[in-house]
């Protein structure tokens, strides 16, 4: 059984760090990666990607949040984590983890359907 879970989030000032985690388990996935709910839309389908990691150490981030967040991957295989730091009111959102285990369909993409596992997902809410 695969399972996705997400941890981290909370509520923070402008200009404050949260650091999200994933587990992921099930199976020996090829790529891990946060997506983020856009603001103002409720469907499954409007999610945006936020950085993603690949098995061949490749990293990809959504240009708005480069030099703001890191992602990363813990010592145990399939954990995931997502520091952000400098965060903005306009990065609240609910945070998804996601996970594939077949390279070629995931690798260098952030289409939703490239990523079969998906987490529940943890609030992060920044204020002012």
């Known amino acids: 059984q695969v399972r996705v879970v997400e941890s981290g989030g909370g509520s923070v000032e402008t200009g404050g760090s949260l650091r999200l985690s994933c587990v992921a388990s099930?199976?020996?996935?090829?790529?891990m990666g946060w997506f983020r709910q856009i603001p103002g839309k409720e469907r499954e389908e409007d999610r945006e990607?936020?950085?993603?990691?690949?098995?061949?150490?490749?990293?990809m981030y959504k240009e708005t949040v480069k030099g703001r967040f890191t992602i990363s991957q813990g010592n145990v295989k399939n954990t995931l984590y997502l520091q952000m730091n400098n965060l903005k009111p306009e990065d609240t959102s609910m945070y998804y983890c996601?996970?594939?285990?077949?390279?070629?369909?995931?690798?260098?993409?952030?289409?939703?359907?490239?990523?079969?596992?998906w987490g529940q997902g943890t609030q992060v809410t920044v204020f002012s």
């Open positions: 099930g199976y020996d996935f090829s790529c």
């Open positions: 990607g936020i950085a993603t990691i690949d098995s061949d150490g490749n990293i």
């Open positions: 996601a996970a594939d285990n077949y390279l070629p369909r995931c690798q260098g993409s952030w289409h939703l359907a490239s990523y079969n596992y």
